[in-house]
């Protein structure tokens, strides 16, 4: 770290009546050793800056306290502004997990889940709203369905088909089931919600990683890194994290199944929000991107990169149809026992 940034870390730490020992970069954050210990230094842009402290006071004021406190300076800032940027100082965790890294997901969807249930609210949804987002989502896949097809057609005009063209009429049929299977779930929860005038929402952590759970000495688990925080439906925090989750080799994704299980234990799903859930998830949007890039392309392409590109999302796919597969054979067995219940 060279002298500027030295004397800058320290003139932002004696405004917390902190004196400076040393200072080091880990990833995002400033390591601070300091008269009266380790301490976190964060650096954000200014604009998300007051969203992000709105957002944090009121989770402390709905009763939620799993998040690493951010400490006031001496004239009661929470946070320093400097040019574009906001300074805020939080604890130093070391992170020390009790047990496996398994136990440690477990931890995270269990948190999640109760961040989603103490903030969980009903939200007015017009019909006009529904309606234009169901519009929007299934016009937009059913486009995509028809230019894969073309896609599928161009590549079969071929003599002799790339690596590329050839791998992709083979896993063709598998990658149209998915964009279906998503459509028809679209539909199912459109008709579900017709009539409905109300939605869930929660506050999202907007940002959910693993690196984002973290353990205090006494093994209890805190959220951090709210910079991305705002009202959404619950589904916002879990889809991202899942997608990234999935991208791995083939596998039984039982561990994504207990992931889910350990959230839905307290804070389960509506029927509706499983549907629109259950649609976003199995939807093979990453793998229809690398598609059309490589046709799109003017340009002759980088073949060897793009198949494993290609590779490498059909894989995630899989993953996520295992995990999608389970899913529907539960609601399925809900619904059967709902039929089969007698009535009163």
């Known amino acids: 770290m060279d002298n500027k940034s030295s004397k800058k870390i320290k003139d932002l730490v004696e405004l917390y009546g902190l004196k400076l020992r040393f200072a080091e970069k880990q990833g995002k954050v400033f390591k601070v050793y300091t008269d009266k210990g380790e301490f976190a230094l964060k650096r954000m842009v200014a604009k998300q800056g007051l969203d992000f402290l709105n957002y944090i006071q009121q989770l402390y004021q709905q009763g939620y306290n799993r998040i690493v406190p951010i400490y006031p300076t001496l004239d009661g800032r929470y946070a320093i502004l400097q040019g574009n940027s906001l300074y805020y100082l939080m604890p130093w965790l070391d992170n020390k997990e009790r047990e496996t890294h398994v136990q440690k997901y477990l931890d995270l969807?269990?948190?999640?889940?109760?961040l989603h249930t103490v903030t969980v609210r009903e939200v007015a949804v017009s019909t006009e709203e529904r309606e234009e987002h169901f519009e929007r989502?299934?016009?937009?896949?059913?486009?995509?369905?028809?230019?894969?097809?073309?896609?599928i057609e161009q590549s079969e005009r071929q003599t002799y088909m790339s690596p590329f063209q050839l791998l992709f009429c083979t896993i063709y049929s598998e990658i149209s089931g998915g964009q279906r299977y998503a459509i028809n779930k679209l539909k199912e929860w459109h008709e579900s919600t017709s009539e409905e005038t109300k939605a869930r929402s929660v506050v999202i952590h907007g940002k959910l990683s693993n690196e984002h759970f973290l353990y205090d000495q006494n093994g209890i688990g805190y959220f951090t890194n709210f910079e991305r925080t705002g009202i959404a439906s619950p589904i916002h925090d879990l889809l991202p994290f899942l997608d990234r989750a999935f991208q791995t080799r083939p596998q039984a994704f039982d561990h994504g199944i207990e992931w889910l299980d350990a959230y839905f234990r307290y804070f389960p799903f509506t029927d509706d929000e499983?549907?629109?859930?259950?649609?976003y998830?199995?939807?093979?949007?990453?793998?229809f991107s690398i598609i059309e890039q490589y046709f799109a392309s003017e340009k002759e392409n980088n073949e060897i990169k793009l198949v494993q590109q290609l590779q490498r999302q059909y894989w995630?796919?899989?993953?996520?149809?295992y995990v999608v597969m389970k899913l529907e054979e539960r609601e399925q067995l809900k619904k059967d026992q709902?039929?089969?219940?007698?009535?009163?």
């Open 281 to 287: 998830l199995a939807y093979p949007s990453s793998i």
């Open 109 to 114: 969807f269990r948190e999640l889940a109760r």
């Open 274 to 279: 499983m549907l629109l859930f259950l649609s």
């Open 316 to 321: 995630r796919m899989k993953n996520t149809e």
């Open 137 to 151: 989502m299934a016009t937009r896949w059913e486009i995509e369905q028809d230019v894969l097809e073309k896609f």
């Open 338 to 344: 709902d039929t089969q219940a007698p009535s009163e």
